[in-house]
């Protein structure tokens, strides 16, 4: 049995999607920059100060912290004056934007900081042109509502703080043996000092353990870089494949998801021709 759709309105696939975008919820939107388009380690964006910074933890969850702020504010205000800004002024008032957020990320550092403010350098006033921030400006805030673009800011913000801390906190570790400042290899030699196994002394090969300066290196920076890309590959391979799941059953049914209207596309039976 046919239906007629004669008085309906056919959507472009194009035009179907954005609606589809739209009427994602601010959860997804949030789990996208955490995950499914981690800016870092799906995305690889961002990746200067990430091997620059990560040399340890405290600076990489400070790097984050800034990120998060500029990323968050940057895209409320640009989704609030979106439709004020002309499009031939368009990336050069989003910079600007970015650039007041950063100004106040640097003069705070600066006043209470200083010492996190000479480890960072210059890869703060360097978020003015971050590829990330300037990216979701320009393809998400300004295409999206206040609400939605927070959250995209904040999945964001909070995606290259994780990749960051995870950088910072295995190069910190394996490269000087200290985590946040603490003594980790130390303690650790402290422990076999005092503790016997099956009677045998373990102090002497604690004390055989020494940091591996390599990682602290750029070329030790790459090759951690490398395996967290490896590991959050395979680990994003198996939730794209659940998350897919449903769209798949979707798509064997023969649903054609573009025009909208019909049955076939709502699910009813009656739509099949």
Not at 80 to 108: H, N, Y
């Amino acid at each position: 049995m046919k239906e007629n759709v004669s008085d309906k309105t056919y959507k472009d696939p194009e035009e179907r999607k954005e609606e589809l975008r739209e009427q994602k919820s601010s959860l997804h939107v949030l789990l996208d920059g955490i995950l499914f388009e981690n800016p870092v380690l799906c995305q690889v964006l961002g990746t200067c100060p990430l091997l620059a910074i990560t040399t340890s933890a405290k600076n990489a969850f400070f790097m984050g912290l800034a990120v998060i702020f500029v990323q968050i504010g940057s895209e409320v205000i640009i989704s609030m004056v979106r439709k004020a800004i002309p499009d031939k002024v368009r990336i050069p008032a989003f910079i600007t934007i970015i650039a007041g957020f950063v100004t106040i990320v640097q003069m705070l550092v600066s006043a209470y900081l200083p010492a996190l403010n000479d480890s960072l350098g210059i890869y703060i006033p360097l978020i003015v042109v971050n590829c990330i921030v300037l990216a979701r400006a320009e393809a998400f805030a300004s295409k999206n509502k206040v609400v939605t673009s927070f959250f995209d800011g904040l999945g964001m913000g909070v995606g290259y703080m994780i990749a960051l801390l995870l950088m910072g906190s295995v190069r910190e570790i394996l490269g000087n043996g200290t985590f946040f400042g603490l003594d980790l290899l130390g303690s650790f030699q402290q422990f076999l000092q005092h503790y016997t196994i099956l009677g045998m002394d373990l102090s002497p090969f604690g004390n055989q353990l020494q940091p591996m300066m390599f990682f602290i290196l750029p070329p030790g920076g790459f090759f951690v870089f490398g395996i967290l890309i490896c590991f959050a590959q395979i680990f994003m391979k198996k939730l794209n494949r659940k998350r897919g799941k449903k769209n798949t059953e979707t798509a064997e049914m023969g649903h054609c998801g573009a025009c909208g209207s019909c049955t076939a596309c709502s699910g009813s039976e009656g739509g099949k021709v």
